[in-house]
């Protein structure tokens, strides 16, 4: 993820794997989303999760939250 929205090899290789979910019908989640224009490129893309500092926090598992289904990453 590190390179997303700043290096076109790395933005090709996350848009591949997005479609790629995609196509198999899989759920595709983004780890270690920092700067909002990853959130932003993902997006984009129609990522359908994101896990990262810029979320949220890293918890304990006992303190975890479920949240429900909304439009794009989260």
């Given amino acids: 993820m590190s390179g997303l929205g700043g290096r076109i090899d790395d933005d090709a290789i ?5 479609s790629l979910a995609r196509a198999v019908g899989a759920t ?5 989303v920092e700067p909002p224009a990853q959130h932003a490129a ?4 129609d990522c359908d999760f994101a896990q990262g500092q810029a979320a ?14 909304g439009p794009g990453p989260r």
Avoid: D, K, N, T
Avoid at 14 to 18: I, K, L, M
Avoid at 42 to 45: D, K, P, V, W
Avoid at 56 to 69: F, L, N, Q, T
């Fill in 56 to 69: 949220a926090r890293v918890r304990a598992s006992s303190a975890a939250v479920v949240e429900e289904p």
């Fill in 42 to 45: 993902l997006r984009a893309l």
């Fill in 14 to 18: 996350v848009a591949s794997v997005v």
């Fill in 28 to 32: 595709c989640i983004a780890e270690g």
